[in-house]
Nanobody, 121 residues
Framework: QVQLVESGGGLVQAGGSLRLSCAAS????????MGWYRQAPGKQRELVAL???????NYADSVKGRFTISRDIAKKTVFLQMNSLKPEDTDVYYC???????????????WGQGTQVTVSS
């Protein structure tokens, strides 16, 4: 059993900051990558930020310079520091992990439950 638990979402004024956290638990052999995606109603899910096991990072153009992804390897936790938030950042944010479970041959994608981020103008 693998579970991703998110926290840190909420309501903030434009220009403010939020920090999202996502902790993976269960019998995990290795985590290949963890990231954050967002999806507004009626729109497709899009990548916000990603960090790999080799510490490479990737950001959506719309958040570069404002968001920072980081991780705590020992705690199997990924963070998304969101600064200078804009109303356009309002979305449901989902944590994703590509990982291999102990005793399994292949890796799979796992998703968190989603957390609402609302930025008011």
């Amino acid at each position: 059993q693998v579970q991703l638990v998110e926290s840190g979402g909420g309501l903030v004024q434009a220009g403010g900051s939020l920090r999202l956290s996502c902790a993976a638990s269960g019998s995990i052999l290795r985590i290949n990558a963890m990231g954050w995606y967002r999806q507004a109603p009626g729109k497709q899910r899009e990548l916000v930020a990603l960090i790999t096991s080799g510490s490479s990072t990737n950001y959506a153009d719309s958040v570069k310079g404002r968001f920072t992804i980081s991780r705590d390897i020992a705690k199997k936790t990924v963070f998304l520091q969101m600064n200078s938030l804009k109303p356009e950042d309002t979305d449901v944010y989902y944590c994703n992990a590509n990982l291999q479970r102990t005793g399994r041959f292949t890796s799979q994608d796992y998703w968190g439950q989603g957390t609402q981020v609302t930025v008011s103008s």
